[in-house]
């Protein structure tokens, strides 16, 4: 294990629904990362928290809303989803000192919006 | 001129022969190039990762080859196993952005 934990594995929502993505990392990390994986395209970087502040928001749309409440845990809050918001979301933590040289993945968060 | 273009997008290597994927890069302030490898239903993890002061780094039977001149990169599988079956992501990041930009991914079969 990468010491990055996150749940559920899966979920299956409509689009009316509300949901939450959590991730929990166990390294003494002081950053964390949500990225999208899709198939067939690049890992797409949403979202930075560095010591809880959120430092980077990659023109994500704002029925995605992140939540740092402190520096073991990360939420991703999702709302009112569209069909081609269905992907693998990835929490990821590092060391944060501007390089981000090593990510540790968690093994992700398949959704599916219906 | 963010982007990192990695080819090909699938490959199929025999057991014991060689694995190669390639990347290109057009930010000339890229100075951390990382690999990672996926297995299915598990996130990335390193694999290997090169800085452009060198033009080779060899961790067993996994090599970078750097071409800073052309802005590519490279991965080399020897002797690739069945084991080694798995999506390969390569990176770049440039030191003062803190941001890695991933290439499409690569999905590597070995056949027994």
């Known amino acids: 294990e990468t010491g990055v934990t996150q749940t559920p594995r899966h979920l299956v929502m409509g689009m009316t629904n509300k949901k939450s993505l959590k991730c929990e990392q166990h390294?003494?990390?002081?950053?964390m990362y949500w990225y999208k994986q899709s198939a067939k395209k690049p890992l797409e970087l949403m979202f930075v928290?560095?010591?809880?502040?959120?430092?980077e928001n990659n023109s994500v749309p704002s029925r995605f809303s992140p939540e740092c409440p402190n520096s073991s845990h990360l939420f991703l809050h999702l709302h009112t989803l569209q069909p081609e918001d269905s992907a693998l979301y990835l929490c990821a933590s590092s060391l944060y000192d501007r390089t981000n040289e090593k990510l540790f993945f968690g093994s992700g968060t398949q959704l599916s919006v219906l | 001129q963010q982007q990192v273009k990695q080819s090909p997008q699938s490959l199929i290597v025999q057991k014991g022969g060689i694995s190669i994927i390639n990347c290109a890069y057009e930010?000339?302030?890229?100075?951390?190039f990382p690999w990672y490898q996926q297995f299915p239903g598990k996130g990335p993890a390193l694999l290997i990762a090169?800085?452009?002061?060198?033009s080779e780094k060899k961790e067993g039977r996994f090599t970078i080859s750097f071409n800073k001149s052309a802005k590519q990169f490279s991965l080399h599988i020897m002797d690739s196993q069945p084991g080694d079956s798995a999506t390969y992501f390569c990176a770049a990041t440039a030191s003062n952005t803190g941001k890695l930009i991933f290439g499409q991914g690569t999905t590597l079969q070995v056949k027994p």
């Open positions: 090169i800085r452009p002061d060198v």
């Open positions: 928290y560095s010591l809880e502040e959120r430092v």
């Open positions: 930010n000339t302030a890229f100075d951390y």
């Open positions: 390294l003494g990390h002081n950053a």
